[in-house]
Nanobody, 124 residues
Framework: EVQLVESGGGLVQAGGSLRLSCAASGFTFDDYAIGWFRQAPGKEREGVSCISSSDGVTYYADSVKGRFTISSDNAKNTVYLQMNSLKPEDTAVYYC?????????????????WGQGTQVTVSS
């Protein structure tokens, strides 16, 4: 059974940091790309970042470039999203997702597997 489990969300003040984790199981981790998406109330789901597990190629949305860093520990089948200099507009439910394409894509419909999400709230 494929599972993606996010953790690490919480409440933080503006300027603070959080590290999200996405633990994957039930599929060959190296064959997939793992993406992070977020959705704020009343807004569409937004692609935040992605990493290709096979070659480490990464992608970042313009809104998080320079503040967020995605990394992968293939031995642990886990992807991390280090979020620094957080802003109130980063408040959202963050989801990790896996795509069999193996290459990063911004299109959420390309991702076959999704986690349950973790809430990130940034207070001003």
């Amino acid at each position: 059974e494929v599972q993606l489990v996010e953790s690490g969300g919480g409440l933080v003040q503006a300027g603070g940091s959080l590290r999200l984790s996405c633990a994957a199981s039930g599929f060959t981790f190296d064959d997939y790309a793992i993406g992070w998406f977020r959705q704020a109330p009343g807004k569409e789901r937004e692609g935040v970042s992605c990493i290709s597990s096979s070659d480490g190629v990464t992608y970042y949305a313009d809104s998080v470039k320079g503040r967020f860093t995605i990394s992968s520990d293939n031995a642990k089948n886990t992807v991390y999203l280090q979020m620094n200099s957080l802003k109130p507009e980063d408040t959202a439910v963050y989801y990790c997702a896996a795509t069999e394409m193996g290459l990063c894509t911004r299109a959420s419909y390309e991702y076959e597997y999704w986690g349950q999400g973790t809430q990130v709230t940034v207070s001003s």
